[in-house]
């Protein structure tokens, strides 16, 4: 089966005063149809770059990426437009990602009409059915973003983006301006909808329990990079890279007879900007060595489990 998205040794890098910002730096992975990849780590590690570099809001510095087996890394004008209708983002703040002066009918509509694919009478109906589908009633339609709660205004962006019925949705932290139990909602909601419609996510977040709720491969991503991949039950259930074990133990724990044993990563961060080859970890890795300074290569520890780390077998 032909993955919806696959990208493959994808960079992004920005130019500062002081040198390039590594932002996203060899990147590799693939989705199918009906399915999700989370992408954690901590703030500042690339997650949003990534999503964004995928669906053209930042142009990519070198790799490329496929979009139903074709390639849409260079594509410009009408192409980029098609290519775009396929591809949509939901982002983290459910109030600024939308304009203010409109009403929730008229941001729901927009996509329909930038498209030029429906009549008139076809934007009314499809506006109903998508308001309808994400569940806000139809008595908000004249409704300001102001004037709804962060659930709404979430469901409003949700809406927006399925608008198109695109194949690929990066979920920009989608829940994480929303209350715990609204939280819940929109996360069952995006998951009935992939079940109806057959999506392929990319859910970026720094929550572990809400990707593992959610996603069925999980990458995990540090300084632009990631350092692990593998199916969400194994992640959780057999963490290798040492920055993905400390994630996982600084989950909270309800069991006060057997806490988690928080690891506590000690050192400074390695500056994105020009890095030095090697693991950008090992200034914070309890486990580094000399040879770490080397140039590390991605290897598949097991079936669909993949590990940077030169030391994953003395571990």
Known sequence: MTPVIEVKNLKKYFSTPHGMLHAVDDVTFSIEEGKTLGVVGESGCGKSTLGRTIIHLHESTAGQIFLEGRDITRVKGKELKQAREKMQIIFQDPYSSLDSRKTIESTIREPLKVSG?????????????????????????????????????????????????????VCDEPVSAL???????????????????GFAYMFVTHDMSVVRHISDDICVMY???????????????????????????????????????REILKGELTSPINPKPGCRFAARCPHATENCSQPQVQEEVSKGHFVTCCRIHEL
């Open 117 to 169: 694919k429906y009549s008139k009478s076809e934007i009314e109906s499809k506006t109903l059915e998508l308001m309808n589908m994400v569940g806000i009633d139809e008595r908000l339609r004249v409704s300001y973003p102001h004037e709804l709660d962060g659930g709404r205004r979430q469901r409003v962006g949700i809406a927006r983006a399925l608008a198109l019925n695109p194949k690929f949705v």
């Open 179 to 197: 209350d715990v139990s609204i939280q819940a909602q929109a996360l069952n909601l995006l998951k009935k909808l992939q079940m109806e419609k």
């Open 223 to 261: 300084l632009g990079q990631v350092v692990e991949k593998c199916p969400a039950k194994e992640l959780f259930k057999m963490p290798l890279h040492p920055y993905t074990k400390a994630l996982l133990s600084a989950i909270p724990s309800v069991d006060i007879h057997h806490p988690n044993k």
